[in-house]
């Protein structure tokens, strides 16, 4: 492995979190959905951070605007074929896309299922025109509650063999994980991948919770592990990877500042932390400028930068097969 390049890749990355502006001000405009300004200039503050919100939940209410104006299954596969685009130009050489299907049909009350499917028809267009690999992750949405999830979960299902692994996301304070014990039992029976949101707006304790009872073999987020050694030293031991995302843990307000972000602490730790962007198009950032800013502002030095891309490399959804195919692309 040692002279052998490593992938570009982004693990972490919602794509109903990176809907263009200027797709959403022209999607507006087609299906007459007033917005509350009259110029795209003037429209970005609403859909992009602009520094830091108050807390997840602020941070959320960014990405309401993107599925706002999605009105119809053409709609839907517009922006999962623009998101192929995206993360092509971003220099990805692999990307796992994630998504809540009820999340993008619930304003116009689109067919759930359907939207999966109009999703993967959108993706598997993109890969025909750009030479990335990508890989989708459904989202239950926690914030709609348990039976919103089950239609989501029955949606995903349905098309379980284009779909890598499920999440659980969203509202981590006020849904417990422990409600959606029986979801997750189904995608494991489903034999699916899980990864789940946590350790974000919620401590420690969502983190057990994820990694014991929803059976998660990776953590999005999972900044509060950070505090409790008992906690990253179980992490370490059930091998459990953490999808560390900087900027957007800034703009949350789950830390105070870019320079005090954990992901050095993991490292040091030994975890299997890799690095990744979370909602591009809302954050104005790509994954680029997080590998920057944790070498500019973080203080991770080369080899640090390195590891992450291999740790990414090792806890990715792709099989043994599709890894050795990927490289011999490279």
């Known amino acids: 492995m040692k002279n052998t390049p490593l992938p570009l890749m982004d693990l972490h990355r919602h794509l109903d979190g990176n809907i263009r502006p200027k797709t959403i001000w022209q999607l507006a405009q087609k299906n007459n959905i007033s917005l509350p300004v009259s110029t795209l200039e003037d429209f970005i503050p609403y859909v992009q951070i602009q520094n830091q919100e108050a807390d997840l939940m602020?941070?959320?209410?960014?990405?309401?605007?993107?599925?706002?104006?999605?009105?119809?299954?053409?709609?839907?596969?517009?922006?999962?074929?623009?998101?192929?685009?995206d993360a092509f130009n971003a220099g990805l050489h692999y990307a796992e896309l994630r998504f809540s299907p009820y999340y993008m049909a619930m304003n116009h009350k689109l067919n759930v299922q359907d939207v999966v499917g109009a999703i993967i028809d959108g993706i598997n267009l993109g890969l025909k025109d750009f030479k990335i690999k990508i890989k989708l992750i459904g989202i239950l949405s926690r914030t709609f509650g348990?039976?919103?999830?089950?239609?989501?979960?029955?949606?995903l299902l349905a098309f379980k063999n284009n779909i890598t692994a499920i999440d659980l996301a969203g509202?981590?304070?006020?849904?417990?994980?422990?409600?959606?014990?029986?979801?997750?039992?189904?995608?494991?029976?489903?034999?699916?991948?899980?990864?789940?949101?946590?350790?974000?707006?919620?401590?420690?304790?969502?983190?057990?919770?994820?990694?014991?009872?929803?059976?998660?073999?990776?953590?999005?987020?999972?900044?509060?592990?950070?505090s409790d050694e008992a906690l990253m030293d179980y992490m370490l031991e059930k091998n459990i990877a953490i999808e560390s995302c900087i900027t957007s843990n800034y703009q949350t307000g789950t830390i105070d500042s870019i320079k005090n972000h954990p992901i050095k602490t993991f490292l040091n730790k030994g975890l299997?932390?890799?690095?990744?962007?979370?909602?591009?198009?809302?954050?104005g950032i790509e994954i680029k400028?997080?590998?920057?800013?944790?070498?500019?502002?973080?203080?991770?030095?080369?080899?640090?930068?390195?590891?992450?891309?291999?740790?990414?490399?090792?806890?990715?959804?792709?099989?043994?097969?599709?890894?050795?195919?990927?490289?011999?692309?490279?």
């Not at 919103?148 to 949606?155: G, I, N, S, Y």
């Not at 997750?184 to 420690?204: D, N, P, R």
């Open 289 to 330: 400028h997080e590998f920057k800013i944790a070498q500019s502002i973080v203080g991770l030095d080369d080899n640090d930068i390195l590891t992450l891309k291999q740790n990414a490399f090792d806890v990715c959804f792709l099989s043994k097969d599709e890894k050795k195919d990927l490289l011999n692309s490279l």
């Open 146 to 155: 348990v039976e919103k999830c089950q239609l989501e979960l029955d949606a």
């Open 171 to 226: 509202d981590e304070y006020n849904f417990s994980g422990s409600l959606f014990v029986e979801h997750f039992k189904q995608v494991q029976e489903a034999g699916l991948h899980i990864t789940v949101h946590a350790g974000e707006a919620g401590g420690v304790q969502s983190m057990y919770q994820a990694i014991d009872e929803l059976k998660a073999t990776r953590i999005g987020h999972g900044v509060a592990c950070a």
């Open 272 to 283: 299997k932390v890799c690095l990744n962007t979370d909602d591009p198009a809302v954050q």
């Open 58 to 85: 602020a941070f959320l209410k960014k990405l309401d605007w993107g599925v706002a104006v999605l009105s119809s299954l053409d709609d839907v596969k517009q922006i999962a074929y623009e998101n192929v685009e």
